[in-house]
């Protein structure tokens, strides 16, 4: 059982180049989530979904969109990428949205922005 | 909006010794109190969590503590082992709208000492 699956592990980007970080759960969960973590920040929530089809802005949205592509894929884009998105991002999941439902997270993705 | 602080920043244990992490939340809408442990290079996990209708809560090793009135609450590590060497976040959440709004505190490096 794979869990929270998220590529890639590692990347490098230009100032103004664009990618997509994946992300795939395989425990049939309703809600999907995108945090990034920087030091000192703790984790903070960019986009969620709480179940498919549907998708809204978290914390700190700017920069970035989401597709929540079927139930299992939910993906975070990077349009322009910006210093500032330096970052580690981790793709989460959890059974249904509210509050006490396990959050269950991938082992995230380093993005580097140059 | 809710403000999740955790202290201390970096903790150091002798082996064998008990270890306390303290948080505190500002929101008394907040109902649920997960902890997580995250290992370097891994994503978080959760190790225990509480909800607002229990003072504690424990299993083997770690407990939790809830203290609705001063809005604090504590993991408390016994017996501590090599192993239990991570970052751990408490965290704070409430249902808003249609989503689990989860505030993460910035965390507690543990060290143990062998």
């Known amino acids: 059982n794979a869990g929270v699956t998220q590529t890639p592990k590692f990347q490098v980007l230009k100032t103004g180049q664009s990618m997509t970080l994946q992300c795939a759960q395989d425990?049939?969960?309703?809600?999907m989530y995108w945090y990034r973590q920087d030091p000192g920040m703790g984790l903070r929530l960019i986009y969620y979904s709480a179940s498919e089809g549907t998708t809204d802005k978290g914390e700190v949205p700017n920069g970035y969109n989401v597709s929540r592509l079927n139930k299992r894929e939910f993906s975070l884009r990077l349009e322009s990428a910006a210093p500032s998105q330096t970052s580690v991002y981790f793709c989460a999941s959890s059974e249904a949205p509210w509050s006490g439902n396990t959050i269950y997270f991938g082992e995230g993705s380093w993005l580097t922005v140059v | 909006g809710e403000n999740v602080e955790q202290h201390p920043s970096t903790l150091s244990v002798q082996e064998g010794d008990s270890a306390v992490i303290k948080c505190t939340y500002s929101?008394?809408?907040?109902?649920?109190f997960p902890w997580y442990k995250q290992e370097l290079g891994k994503g978080p996990q959760l190790i225990i969590d509480?909800?607002?209708?229990?003072g504690e809560k424990k299993d083997q090793r770690i407990a939790v503590t809830l203290n609705k009135t001063a809005k604090h609450f504590s993991l408390h590590i016994t017996e501590t082992q090599p192993e239990d060497s991570a970052v751990y976040f408490c965290?704070?959440?409430?249902?808003?709208?249609?989503?689990?709004?989860?505030?993460f505190g910035t965390g507690t490096k543990l060290q143990v000492i062998p």
């Open positions: 965290a704070a959440s409430k249902r808003v709208g249609g989503y689990q709004k989860v505030t």
């Open positions: 509480i909800r607002s209708n229990v």
């Open positions: 425990m049939n969960h309703n809600s």
């Open positions: 929101d008394s809408a907040s109902n649920y």
